[in-house]
């Protein structure tokens, strides 16, 4: 499923949250691009060959909770192949993402990956229908195959599941540490009008995977 979405450099503007501390809000000029970005998640197979290929393995007490719905944490369920990875970390996420040469979207870049530059509330407009995306409220109690709700619910620049089925880690840190990152879109646990999440970095959790970014020369 890696299929990448390629972006140009552009400007646009949206109202976001500038003050997570106090949940602040104002319009802000952001600036995107040249990049390329995953119009999936990355599924539960791919990582599966990720993991092959690397041998990879979070370290000592951070392994806790790692790829737990797969067996014994080496082997997908073969009816989710398709499905986006879970239970994957923000450095989980980090090392495929290096590894496949990429990285994790910005904040803004994947607002811009979601919404284009519409004012949108959702990726395809602004009334809520719970047959275009996996949320809490479409009843499907777990997670989905990523991009089944393609064509109608993608988003204005033609990426999938930007709202729903799961939380995306973004590179976005809320902290000096950086032991805090953004994770942006709503997992099919969740409600659809909650869109930013902050979360350790060490969190793993049934309804938190990633996208991947590819840098692209201006």
């Not at 809000?25 to 791919?46: C, D, F």
């Not at 923000?90 to 870049?109: C, Q």
């Not at 996996?134 to 009843?139: E, I, L, T």
Request: one cysteine or more.
């Amino acid at each position: 499923m890696s299929e990448f979405i390629e972006i140009k450099y552009t400007k646009f503007t949206r109202e976001i949250i500038t003050d997570f501390s106090i949940m602040e809000r104002a319009r802000v000029s952001m600036e995107v691009g040249p990049l390329a970005i995953g119009k999936y998640p990355v599924t539960n197979y791919e990582y599966y060959l990720f993991i092959e290929e690397t041998g990879y393995w979070p370290k000592g007490d951070m392994e806790d909770m790692f790829l737990a719905h797969w067996k014994d944490g080496k082997h997908p369920p073969q009816d989710k192949l398709s499905h986006p990875v879970t239970f994957v970390s923000y450095d989980d996420a980090l090392v495929y993402a290096e590894f496949v040469k990429g990285r994790l979207p910005t904040y803004s870049e994947w607002l811009y990956a979601a919404f284009g530059d519409t004012d949108n509330q959702y990726p395809w407009g602004n009334e809520f229908f719970s047959d275009l995306c996996n949320v809490r409220k479409s009843g499907n109690k777990g997670t989905t195959p990523v991009g089944l709700f393609s064509p109608k619910g993608d988003s204005p620049v033609g990426c999938c599941d930007m709202i729903g089925n799961v939380w995306e880690w973004t590179s976005t840190s809320l902290d000096e540490d950086e032991d805090i990152f953004l994770a942006l879109g709503t997992g099919w646990d969740h409600y659809c009008f909650q869109l930013e999440i902050p979360l350790d970095r060490w969190y793993r959790n049934h309804s938190v995977g990633f996208r991947v970014v590819k840098e692209r020369k201006r």
